[in-house]
C-alpha cells in the first residue's frame, strides 16, 4: 500500500467511528497486509491525548508509534533497537515540523473550532501516510539476503 492509500485508509478508520490513535495504528497495520488488525486496541488508551485528557502526546502519533513498535520492534532482550529508535525519532521530528508539536491539546487549540473533528482527520491521515514513507525507506535501504544465508548481496545504492 502507497503513503497515500495508507492516509486514506486513516481518514476512513477514522470517520467510521474509531479515533485518531486507532485509526492511524489501523491503517498501518493494514498497509502491511498481516491482518493484525486485531492490534488496534493497542492504542485504544491513547485518543485524544492520553485517555481523552488532550495531554501529553498526539493520538495519531501515539497510534503510529504503537505501528512501528509492533511491526519494526524488537522481540527480545539482546536484540538492537537502534533502528526502531532512529525511525521513532525521525517520525517524531517530522510530525514536530510539520505541525509545531506533538501535544494533543496544544495541536487543537492550533486547529481551532473544527466540524465533525475534519482537522485532526486530515492531520491523522498524514501521520499515518508519513510512518508508511518512513516504513518504505527503511525497508528500501535494508541490505538484500541471498536466501541461503545471512549474507547481504546487495547495497542500496545497488538496488535501484
Known sequence: MHPAQVEERAYE???SGMHCAEAALAAILASEGQGRENLVGAASAFGAGVGRSREELCGALSGSLIALGLLRGRSTPGESWDGVA???KDFRERFQDMHG?????ELLEKF?????MEKCKRMTARAAGMMREILDREADAAPLSCGCCACSTKSAETRA
Not at 481551532?112 to 465533525?116: F, I, L
Open 101 to 105: 508539536c506533538t501535544v494533543c491539546g
Open 13 to 15: 478508520i477514522f470517520q
Open 112 to 116: 481551532g473550532p473544527q466540524e465533525n
Open 86 to 88: 532512529a525511525m521513532a
